[in-house]
């Protein structure tokens, strides 16, 4: 098994992983990490959960030249909570590097952001939109940078993102080294690759049992005017940890926020049209238990890394199988078991088996009262999916292809039914 010690690291670096308690590199990091030390451009393949932050921060670290104050590092991220989970990742290794990080992403003003920039910025984490208003302000330069990394490449056109990245890639030196970390691998990620990569080294991480999280994953199938009343009686459920609910817009999210809210829950919510301080406020007091559900948007589906999330529930159902993966992501991480509960009605059938057959699984189902309803018909990963490596993040219990009555491991619980385990494997580095 490979550890940290068997990269070419500095003392600090070796520090900052020992204050960390990270000693073992997941599949994506032993594969990433020499390729980006070496200095060559990169795609990284790799679910959520699987370490990637860690995969091109540590490189960075290495790399960046304390004693030049300009910036020399710049990372992309979709949203501003990424950016800010990013950024606790590389404040954490820079323990006594003398490396200064920033983050640039908008919802705050540009004043304390250009005040940090004039102060130097060796690394700059930040959202492309806020990224390029600097550059045209030419608060930030990014003449003499090295570094250009992607974080969540597959996100950043789904959220209308791919322009302005590319402008902003079209501002940097030819010479720097260029790497995309992503879950998935678009067919707009391979476009970027051919015009702004210099032979890319593609890594993927092992799709092997022990890279799995341990998620129970079910669809309860729902008539449209009993999915409130359902999602009640769930949270009622004892559960370990806490839970997230994921809505499709930001009147719907708001709209249920409030309603569990004048029923007793504690309830967080976060949506895109909040500012910053409050969305920090929100995320603030579910990350430290004072509530126990957030309804959120899929600006939670990234970026959100809190341990104690026991169950994800897809109270609206994404629109795309990236979405899907990223909002169950949430749940089962560092080791951690977890569930995902979708909820479906009639409508919501065909975009149900357009993300099954994208992912290449099919989830069992259940009534709204628990009970296992026969399959209907095998799905099939489609050649696509086949051919990218695509994975799921589930951990269903319903195989490819399989006829399925009740799923497989289903079980009475303390809330009278289960959907079934499976192990995670040793736990790893996933910052």
Do not use: C
């Not at 990433?32 to 393949?45: F, K, N, Y």
């Not at 090295?146 to 791919?162: N, P």
């Amino acid at each position: 098994m490979t550890t940290f010690n068997d990269f070419t690291l500095r003392a600090a670096s070796k520090k900052a992983l020992a204050r960390m308690q990270i000693e073992t590199p997941t599949s994506i990091q032993e594969r990433s990490i020499p390729v980006m030390l070496e200095g060559r451009d990169l795609i990284a393949q790799a679910q959520t959960g699987s370490g990637k932050t860690l995969a091109f921060a540590l490189p960075i670290m290495e790399r960046a030249d304390p004693n030049d104050r300009s910036t020399q590092a710049l990372i992309l991220t979709p949203t501003r909570e990424l950016a800010r989970q990013v950024g606790s990742v590389f404040e954490d290794l820079s323990k006594g590097s003398g490396l200064r990080v920033n983050l640039l992403y908008g919802g705050v003003a540009y004043g304390p952001q250009e005040k940090m920039l004039q102060a130097g910025s060796h690394v700059v984490v930040g959202t492309p939109g806020r990224i390029l208003d600097h550059l045209r302000r030419r608060t930030l330069k990014i003449d003499n940078l090295k570094i250009l990394i992607l974080d969540e490449a597959d996100e950043m056109l789904d959220r209308g993102f791919g322009p302005d990245v590319e402008r902003i890639l079209a501002m940097t030196p030819k010479t720097r080294q260029t790497a995309l970390f992503s879950a998935t691998t678009p067919e707009w990620v391979h476009k970027i690759s051919t015009r702004y990569l210099n032979d890319p080294q593609i890594e993927t991480s092992e799709s092997d049992e022990s890279a799995e999280p341990d998620i129970d994953q079910v669809v309860m199938e729902v008539y449209r005017e009993d999915k409130f009343t359902v999602l009640v009686r769930l949270l009622k459920e004892p559960i370990e940890g806490t839970t997230v609910v994921f809505g499709r817009t930001k009147h719907g999210v708001r709209n249920v926020g409030r309603k569990l809210e004048n029923m007793g829950f504690p309830v967080s919510v976060l949506q895109g049209n909040l500012g910053q301080n409050q969305r920090d406020r929100e995320v603030s007091r579910f990350r430290s238990g004072r509530s126990q559900v957030l309804v959120a948007t899929n600006v939670a589906a990234r970026g959100l890394d809190i341990l104690h999330i026991g169950r994800v529930i897809n109270y609206d159902i994404p629109d795309t199988p990236e979405l899907f993966t990223h909002r169950v992501g949430r749940t089962g991480r560092m080791g951690r078991s977890g569930q995902a509960i979708t909820l479906v009605g009639a409508a919501d059938i065909s975009k149900l088996q357009e993300i099954e057959r994208s992912l290449g699984v099919r989830f069992p189902r259940v009534t709204s009262t628990g009970e296992p309803i026969e399959s209907r018909e095998p799905v099939r990963a489609s050649s696509s999916t086949r051919q990218n490596g695509y994975r799921s993040a589930s951990g269903a219990s319903t195989q490819v292809g399989e006829k399925a009555g009740a799923p497989r491991g289903v079980r009475p619980g303390a809330s009278g039914r289960s959907y079934g385990k499976r192990k995670f494997g040793r736990r790893r580095a996933t910052a």
